[in-house]
């Protein structure tokens, strides 16, 4: 079955724009989880939802949020872009993370802010 | 001060070579996780260890959790050019195995030359 699509694959943007993420989970998956990745920080945290609900939250400002629609699939949203926004956007899908399911991720969305 | 301390950093061998790298924290963990990310793409896992003391296998790849669980390593036996990626250990936020909020190390940038 197809793993965890996400679009666009590169994104260049401007400080101060916004940006919308998509990402598709596996078929069946309820729970996506996105994630950021820059050089400096590696993987970190961004949030997780399950059945349209957030579920948890990393420490990130209020400029990132996210939602899911009733198809599972998933959007995060960044507003007024920094250029420390500057990263690789991961989103993850699983049946249930809490249940310790296995995480599947998608190939990222390589985000440039100029 | 980082909750997952990997090394080394960087490591580049000749195919054939055999190479161990490390991820190490203060604290106890009830599972740890290893991934490997490939230029380009998202993570994927390679195993869960749990148990301390624990030893798995995976083809040339050889996992350990220390006895402490604060500790863990990866070992790969006459590597080849296609185990060249980056290695990343992960701890869940959560309990009893969940996957939520997942902490990841920084990762060892593994390069094997032909």
């Known amino acids: 079955k197809a793993g965890v699509t996400q679009t666009p694959r590169y994104l260049i943007k401007t400080r101060g724009q916004q940006v919308t993420l998509s990402c598709s989970p596996i078929?069946?998956?309820?729970?996506v989880s996105w994630y950021q990745q820059t050089p400096g920080q590696g993987l970190q945290f961004l949030f997780e939802?399950?059945?349209?609900?957030?579920?948890n939250k990393g420490n990130f400002p209020g400029r990132f949020s996210g939602r899911q629609f009733s198809n599972s699939r998933s959007e995060m949203n960044v507003s007024t872009l920094e250029l420390g926004d500057s990263a690789l956007y991961l989103c993850?899908?699983?049946?249930?993370?809490?249940?310790?399911?296995?995480?599947?991720f998608g190939s990222g969305t390589q985000l440039s802010v100029l | 001060t980082q909750l997952l301390e990997q090394s080394p950093q960087f490591l580049s061998i000749q195919e054939g070579e055999n190479l161990t790298v490390y991820c190490n924290s203060s604290?106890?963990?009830?599972?740890l996780q290893w991934y490997r990310q490939e230029p380009g793409e998202g993570p994927v896992l390679l195993v869960t260890?749990?148990?301390?003391?624990e030893v798995k296998k995976l083809k040339r790849l050889t996992f350990q959790f220390g006895d402490a669980r604060k500790d863990s390593s990866l070992h790969i036996t006459a590597a080849q050019p296609g185990d060249t990626g980056l290695y990343l250990c992960?701890?869940?936020?959560?309990?009893?195995?969940?996957?939520?909020?997942?902490?990841f190390g920084k990762g060892t940038l593994l390069t094997v030359n032909p």
């Open positions: 992960a701890v869940s936020g959560g309990s009893g195995g969940s996957n939520y909020k997942l902490t």
């Open positions: 993850a899908s699983s049946s249930d993370n809490l249940k310790g399911e296995k995480l599947f």
């Open positions: 260890v749990v148990t301390g003391g």
């Open positions: 939802y399950f059945s349209e609900t957030q579920r």
């Open positions: 078929s069946g998956h309820r729970s």
């Open positions: 604290s106890v963990f009830s599972s």
